[in-house]
């Protein structure tokens, strides 16, 4: 006979995660960790453009369809 146990973690998942998050530092602040990264992953992914992408990513930013390098 094969009995199968299903445990689900998740919630101790949450509290081990916020814990770690609350021991980080008195100080810190997700948002403005997630706005950074989200930021610096921008940047990354708009540099080392050619001319002519370099061009149309302008050309993006001006008619507002993409932030530009500050949001």
């Not at 530092?25 to 453009?49: K, R």
Request: charged share 25%; no cysteine.
């Amino acid at each position: 006979m094969t009995v199968e146990h299903v445990v689900d973690l998740t919630g101790h998942e949450h509290t081990s995660r916020r814990a770690a998050v609350l021991a980080a530092a008195d100080d810190y602040d997700p948002a403005a960790a997630l706005d950074a990264e989200q930021q610096q992953a921008t940047a990354m992914l708009y540099s080392g453009l050619d001319e002519q992408q370099q061009a149309i990513y302008d050309e993006l930013v001006d008619a507002g369809v993409l932030a530009g390098p500050r949001g």
